[in-house]
C-alpha cells in the first residue's frame, strides 16, 4: 500500500519552532501537501512541493527529499492559534489520488 | 471565508430518513470530492467526480448516492444510514482531478452528521 506516517501528537512553547516530520514510500508519489486543519473546521492548504528542497512562505517552511521518501513542515515564532492538525498528502501516479498522512495534532502552550 | 459552501452545517437523521448534502463552488473548478471525517482522523475519500462524470467511488455503500447536477454543484444523498455513518462529511473542488500537477484542494466547512 501507499502509506503516509506521521507523529500522532506533538506540543510545543509559544515563541516556538517545531517541526512535524512526514514518511512515506518513495515509489509512487509526485509531489506532497501540507493541510492545516483547526477543530471543528475544514482543512486549509498550506503548501505544496515537489522538487526537493525546502519552500518558505512567512513562518511557515516545508522541505521535501524525494529520495529518502521525506518531508516536513517547520512552524517559527509559534503562536496560540497555531494549534491544530496538521496534514501530509502525497499525490500518488497510481490512483490518481491524494493520500493523506493521518494527521499531527500541535499543541501550542503559552 | 471559504470558497466552497456546504448546507446543511448541522444534520440529525433518524436511520430510516432520506436527506441531501449540498455542496457549491463557483470557482471554475473541474473535479469535485466527498470526504468522510471522523474525529482525529485524516478524511478518508468517498467520492470524485471530474468533468461531471463520476471517476472514483471508493466502494462507498449504496446508502451513500453522489450527484453531480452541473460543475458547480455536487449532491449526496442519504437514505437508510446507520449510527456508524456519524461523522464530518466534507466536500472539496479542484482545478483537475490530476494528481500530479500541484493542484491543491479547497474545502468547505463540512456537514456535522450525527445519525440517531
Known amino acids: 500500500g501507499q502509506n503516509i506516517d506521521q507523529p500522532t501528537e506533538m506540543t510545543a512553547t509559544e515563541g516556538a519552532i517545531v517541526q512535524i516530520n512526514c514518511t512515506y514510500q518513495?515509489?509512487?508519489?509526485?509531489?506532497l501537501f501540507w493541510y492545516q486543519q483547526h477543530a471543528g473546521e475544514a482543512p486549509t492548504f498550506l503548501s505544496y512541493?515537489?522538487?526537493?528542497g525546502l519552500e518558505e512562505k512567512g513562518r511557515f517552511s516545508s522541505f521535501l527529499s524525494r529520495s529518502k521518501g521525506y518531508s516536513y513542515l517547520l512552524l517559527k515564532e509559534l503562536q496560540m492559534k497555531d494549534s491544530a492538525s496538521y496534514l501530509c498528502?502525497?499525490?500518488?501516479?497510481?490512483?490518481?489520488?491524494?493520500?493523506f498522512g493521518t494527521g499531527t495534532r500541535l499543541q501550542v502552550f503559552p | 471565508d471559504t470558497e466552497v459552501t456546504q448546507t446543511p452545517k448541522h444534520l440529525v437523521m433518524g436511520m430510516t430518513n432520506k436527506k441531501s448534502l449540498k455542496c457549491e463552488q463557483h470557482?471554475?473548478?473541474?473535479?469535485m470530492y466527498w470526504y468522510k471525517q471522523k474525529a482525529k482522523k485524516p478524511p478518508e475519500l468517498m467520492f470524485v467526480?471530474?468533468?461531471?462524470?463520476?471517476?472514483i467511488n471508493e466502494s462507498v455503500p449504496s446508502r451513500f448516492s453522489p450527484e453531480c447536477p452541473n460543475s458547480s454543484l455536487l449532491n449526496l444523498h442519504l437514505h437508510a444510514l446507520q449510527p456508524e455513518d456519524s461523522a464530518l462529511y466534507l466536500c472539496?473542488?479542484?482545478?483537475?482531478?490530476?494528481?500530479?500537477?500541484?493542484?491543491?484542494?479547497?474545502f468547505g466547512n463540512g456537514t456535522r452528521l450525527t445519525v440517531t
Open positions: 472539496a473542488s479542484s482545478q483537475d482531478q490530476a494528481q500530479t500537477g500541484g493542484s491543491p484542494l479547497h
Open positions: 518513495t515509489s509512487g508519489f509526485n509531489g
Open positions: 512541493n515537489v522538487l526537493d
Open positions: 498528502a502525497g499525490e500518488s501516479y497510481n490512483t490518481d489520488k491524494l493520500i
Open positions: 470557482m471554475g473548478h473541474r473535479a
Open positions: 467526480y471530474s468533468y461531471e462524470k463520476l471517476s
